[in-house]
């Protein structure tokens, strides 16, 4: 899972220096709108699936006719949501002058897709057998890395999103590949009948998942869509590379721990409860002096990073950076109130809510301040979405006597 967050994550965030000097942050910026549009489109389509087909798979990793019966209908539930997506494109395609005058960098971006729906990733974690995939993620995408470092200039710009589209659709093709060839699915795809009520039901088995997901991207992705409205490409372009930089830190910092301590706390928890809110508090303890660090770091060393990363030294830019010092501080603790509070012991069926509430008020505050407060009224949106987050799911934590 390590290699699988570097080729998708930490690639794409080490490029990001050399593509603005390369052909500036003004063309950055409209590659990334775009891509941020997609990556709506990608949610849609991988519906939650990597979470409730995953753990159907795990249930009947002995079983091959149910894991082909799993592996088809998960299948054919991301081509029918393609397919819903494609349509949606289309009508916003329709309705912004933006995506018609960029139609091809439109659809470069778009077709990523087209990979998503072929890669069992889900099916590959529910077998636990993810090294191999993995090892092909990282291999390809360094492939298309390499191929926008020797290639990549000011009039070509569209090598960008299409490099990683090409990656993703070859990593997803020999995946496929791999999964029908490995458990002979191919064989069993001849007696399989296909369930429109199956379909369904796996749509909605994944629905709350996919709600959860989708309002804690708006905290990101929302808020960038509704702040391109009021500045500048070039605008954009700075704020996109700090966001990558700012996502890739906490995520370094934040996935793994989280991932290594949640097996741990859940089953602590679900024997010695008492035992489990000790250690639970401990680790907020832990949180807040991590995020105080992260906080002086990002704060202290913004003029630097902003340099050597986006190739500039504006004093608004710097602000930004310096800004984001507030989401560093909390998102330690908010990970560990999340994933050791609420998911480790069963409460997730209150982060839908939380989520909505908080992707809501991200939304309003920025809509209704980015005339007077330009890329800052992202920054602060997402900021206060996810201190009101964490202190909501305290709140429930406390309710449900847990804290």
Known sequence: MVVTQFGNYLIPFLLTPFIIRKIG??????????????????????????????????????????????FFNTLLAKV?????????????????????????????????NLGFVLYPGWFFQGMEQMKLTSLFNLAIKIAGAVAILLFLHPDNYLLIPVSFSVSQ???GFIAFVVATQQYKFASAFKSFKFSFTSVLQNLRESLPIFITQLTNSTYLLGTFLIVAVFVSSEELGYFSGI???????????????????????????????????????????????????????????????????????DGRVVLQMQTFSWLAAIMPLSGIVSYQGLYANYLDRYSSAISIVCALVACTFTFFTGNSLGVLSAIWGW?????????????????????
């Open 25 to 70: 942050a003004a063309q950055f910026g409209e590659i990334s709108y775009f891509q941020n549009v997609v990556i709506y489109t990608t949610l849609f389509i991988n519906f939650g699936f990597e979470y409730t087909a995953t753990r159907l798979v795990a249930r009947n990793q002995k079983n091959n006719e149910k894991l082909a019966s799993v």
């Open 80 to 112: 029918f949501l393609l397919l819903i997506s494609l349509g949606f494109t289309f009508v916003w395609f329709l309705s912004s002058n933006k995506l018609q005058n960029n139609m091809p960098l439109l659809l470069a971006c778009w077709i990523i």
């Open 169 to 171: 659709i070859a990593i």
């Open 243 to 313: 966001q990558k930089f700012i996502y890739a830190l906490l995520m370094l910092v934040q996935l793994p721990l989280n991932n290594a301590l949640f097996p741990y706390v859940n089953r602590v928890s679900e024997s010695n409860p008492a035992k489990g809110k000790t250690i639970v508090k401990k680790l907020m303890l832990g949180g807040i002096a991590l995020g105080v660090l992260l906080a002086v770091f990002v704060y202290m060393f913004a003029p630097i990073i902003v340099d050597l990363f986006l190739n500039t030294k």
């Open 383 to 403: 900021i206060i979405a996810q201190w009101l987050d964490t202190f909501l799911t305290f709140v429930v934590l406390r309710r449900e006597t847990f804290l």
